[in-house]
């Protein structure tokens, strides 16, 4: 069985496993992951960008070389091979989980339990909770929904698509240092600057082609599409822009402003802030509802992309 086949019939089986399982329960790997990569940081760390770097390149290079020798292992069964994209599939993509936790906070927005929304929040991003009303956590909810639909679901199709098992564990791995360490803290604002560079150019086309199945799939195309393109190049992050605008415009609400990181505050700019309104508790499943249109796309879209390719090379 050629390559790409076994790309596409494993990550539609993957995917199928994450929508209908959500994430593996226990002994998850990219849990595994993190709790390696910390325990590298734990003898990295330094105050410096070379030791950062060096973290990445250990923590991200060990993984994507594992993934590249279990792959070669099973290179001549194709079953086997079927079955350890599907695996690898399952184990980087989070969509359902995100989702559940996204409806988990808006049934607690909508019984006006505003506090179990703020203890449910962490699981979902990294804002202060307690700095939020019911409002900004609706608001909050969607952004981190839009954000993770590039991150948790279409980035890792992308490059398993471009490299296979390697590509979906890479990509995944460069994501969670990112998390990790990559974020502006005094501990970090050195130490983690290579794993963010490396997650804003692994994260560039899968946030691209997010926005464009965001227009494509979110039922106001022209609005997605103004929106993408009047404020994407205003916010922080080169590929959250395209892809919460987008989300803005099809959606029709307003997202950015004024949040909070562990005590620190941001002043973001508002995205679709002219044509779109603020957004409500009932947005959160809308917005769970065009992630999932857009996962299955992109599912759709790198399948056919990567059997293209393999077509040209036969």
Known sequence: MRADRIFAYGAAAGLIGDL?????RRGHPVAAFGRAAAAVESRLWRDHRGRGALHTLVCAGGATGAA?????????????AVALTAAATWSVVGGTSLGREARAIGGALAAGDVELARERLPHLCGRDPQSLDAQQIARAVVESVAENTSDAVVGALVWGALGGVPGLVGFRAVNTLDAMVGHKSPRHRRYGWASARLDDLA????ARLTAVLAVAAGGRPRAAVRAWRADAGRHPSP???????????????????TLAYGGRVEHRPVLNGDAGRDVRVADIERAVRLSRRVSVLALAVCAAGRLARGRRAG
């Open 203 to 206: 994260g560039w086309p899968g």
């Open 20 to 24: 209908l399982l959500g994430d593996p």
């Open 239 to 257: 590929n959250a822009g395209p892809v919460e605008a987008s989300f803005a415009g099809a959606l029709g609400v307003r997202l950015g402003g």
């Open 68 to 80: 590249a020798l279990a792959a070669r292992a099973v290179r001549n069964r194709p079953a086997a």
